[in-house]
């Protein structure tokens, strides 16, 4: 199993552009989750899915789009970048069932946005 | 709402010394607690999680975690650094449903020779 994939690994942007994280979990994992992580401030949700067709805002979703159409893919979508979404994205996903089941993470996307 | 706060947001011991990671949590209801580290430009790894089962916990790499209740504590240590522990820890709280987890803000391990 390669758990949970992200792709690019790195990239930059110039403000207004927009651009897809891709994820990709091969776990058949029900749950999965988009979160930021900013130096000094931990990692922040930006939006989850509880399964394919359903997805909800997290913690800080403004400016993110999401969409999961399969159980396996959960993207992320910047519309108009700004330097404010300069960051390193985690992808996760987690097992449906138990009330405290491990996120898998994937190994991130560092984004800049100039 | 559920939170966790980790005290110290750099840590730095000698090889060899003890390790103690400190993460305090609010929490109305009881909390499922998790430890997880990130190496160097790497995703998250799970360290140990407190599910109410015991209150030690022990994880990888000879991690263990306490359960304090009265203290609203659930501190890491380590008897023994090695210098392939140097990484971010971050505690976190399971919040709501879904899984979701609240991080605290880190806290990074140096180890010296």
């Known amino acids: 199993n390669a758990g949970v994939t992200q792709t690019p690994k790195f990239r930059i942007l110039k403000i207004g552009q927009s651009m897809t994280l891709q994820c990709t979990q091969d776990?058949?994992?029900?749950?999965m989750y988009w979160y930021r992580q900013d130096p000094g401030m931990g990692l922040k949700l930006i939006y989850y899915?509880?399964?394919?067709?359903?997805?909800d805002k997290g913690e800080v979703p403004n400016g993110y789009n999401v969409s999961r159409s399969t159980t396996e893919d959960f993207p992320l979508r910047l519309e108009l970048a700004a330097p404010s979404q300069t960051s390193v994205y985690f992808c996760?996903?987690?097992?449906?069932?138990?009330?405290?089941?491990?996120?898998?993470f994937g190994p991130g996307t560092r984004l800049t946005v100039l | 709402a559920q939170s966790v706060t980790q005290l110290g947001s750099h840590v730095s011991v000698s090889e060899g010394a003890l390790v103690l990671l400190r993460c305090n949590y609010s929490?109305?209801?009881?909390?499922?607690l998790f430890w997880y580290v990130q190496y160097p430009n790497q995703g998250l790894q799970l360290l140990l999680k407190?599910?109410?089962?015991?209150?030690l916990v022990k994880g990888i790499n000879g991690f263990e975690a306490e359960f304090k209740k009265s203290e609203t504590s659930f501190h890491l240590t380590k008897p023994s650094a090695h210098m392939s522990d140097a990484a971010e820890y971050f505690c976190?709280?399971?919040?709501?449903?879904?899984?979701?987890?609240?991080f605290g803000t880190g806290t990074r391990l140096q180890v010296t020779l």
């Open positions: 929490s109305s209801v009881p909390p499922y």
């Open positions: 407190y599910t109410s089962a015991a209150t």
């Open positions: 996760a996903s987690s097992s449906l069932g138990g009330t405290y089941n491990e996120q898998f």
């Open positions: 899915s509880v399964g394919a067709g359903i997805t």
């Open positions: 976190a709280v399971q919040t709501g449903t879904a899984s979701k987890l609240t």
């Open positions: 776990m058949n994992h029900n749950y």
